[in-house]
T-cell receptor
Framework: DSGVTQTPKHLITATGQRVTLRCSPR?????VYWYQQSLDQGLQFLIQ???????AKGNILERFSAQQFPDLHSELNLSSLELGDSALYFC???????????????FGPGTRLTVL | AQKITQTQPGMFVQEKEAVTLDCTYD???????LFWYKQPSSGEMIFLIY??????QNATEGRYSLNFQKARKSANLVISASQLGDSAMYFC???????????FGGGTRVLVKP
C-alpha cells in the first residue's frame, strides 16, 4: 500500500458525460501528479500540483481540468467524454514536487474509466 | 526532450533465475533520476528502485538492483531469484529538471515460469 488513495476504483459512463476522479496524497506529500494509461498511448503525464498551485502541465486535453484543495487532496475533472478517454487514471504524490531528482513519486491504485 | 526506451516487450524467466530488463534513456539534463516501477495484473504501480544521475554506486533494494551505465545511458533492472509473484509489467521512468515530470518507457512484460 503506497498510502495514496484514489476513488472510485471503477467508473463506467457514457459519451458526453462528465466525471470527477479524486485523489488523496500520502501523509506529508505536498505534490500530486495525474497520469493517464491507455493501450495506445502508454503512460502519459497530465498535470502536477504542488501545495495547491499548478506546477507542470503535460498532455492534458482542454476538456480535462484538475485542482488541488487546501487539504491537499486533488480532483481530476473529465468532461464531454469520448470513447478514447477510456483508460486507467493514476494519481501519484511526492514530497517536494520534483525539487530534486530523488523525489520519488508513489502511485495510487488508479481509477479505471470506461466510456461507452 | 526526455525519452525512455524499453526494447523488450515481453520475456519469460524460469523461477529462481535472474532476469535483466533493459532500459535506455535520452536527456540533456545533467541532474536526473531513474526509477523502476512494477505493475501487476491488478493494475497498481509499485515503486521498486531509484538511481540518481550522480550516484556512483548501483542502487540495490532487496532482490532488485539497477545496473547504471551513465556513458551508455542505460539503467537496466536486474531481478535476482525470480518468484512467481514477479510476473508483471515493469516500467522504467526518468525524472529530469527540464520536464519536472516522470517520462515512462513502454514497459516490459515478465512472466515467471514454475
Amino acid at each position: 500500500d503506497s498510502g495514496v488513495t484514489q476513488t472510485p476504483k471503477h467508473l463506467i459512463t457514457a459519451t458526453g458525460q462528465r466525471v470527477t476522479l479524486r485523489c488523496s496524497p500520502r501523509s506529508g506529500d505536498l505534490s500530486v501528479y495525474w497520469y493517464q494509461q491507455s493501450l495506445d498511448q502508454g503512460l502519459q503525464f497530465l498535470i502536477q500540483y504542488y501545495n495547491g498551485e499548478e506546477r507542470a502541465k503535460g498532455n492534458i486535453l482542454e476538456r480535462f481540468s484538475a485542482q488541488q484543495f487546501p487539504d491537499l487532496h486533488s480532483e481530476l475533472n473529465l468532461s464531454s467524454l469520448e470513447l478514447g478517454d477510456s483508460a486507467l487514471y493514476f494519481c501519484a504524490s511526492s514530497v517536494s514536487g520534483g525539487a530534486a531528482s530523488t523525489d520519488t513519486q508513489y502511485f495510487g491504485p488508479g481509477t479505471r474509466l470506461t466510456v461507452l | 526532450a526526455q525519452k525512455i526506451t524499453q526494447t523488450q516487450p515481453g520475456m519469460f524467466v524460469q523461477e529462481k533465475e535472474a532476469v535483466t530488463l533493459d532500459c535506455t534513456y535520452d536527456t540533456s539534463d545533467q541532474s536526473y533520476g531513474l526509477f523502476w516501477y512494477k505493475q501487476p495484473s491488478s493494475g497498481e504501480m509499485i515503486f521498486l528502485i531509484y538511481q540518481g544521475s550522480y550516484d556512483e554506486q548501483n542502487a540495490t533494494e532487496g532482490r532488485y538492483s539497477l545496473n547504471f551505465q551513465k556513458a551508455r545511458k542505460s539503467a537496466n533492472l536486474v531481478i535476482s531469484a525470480s518468484q512467481l509473484g514477479d510476473s508483471a509489467m515493469y516500467f522504467c521512468a526518468m525524472w529530469g529538471a527540464a520536464g519536472n515530470k516522470l517520462t515512462f518507457g513502454g514497459g516490459t512484460r515478465v512472466l515467471v515460469k514454475p
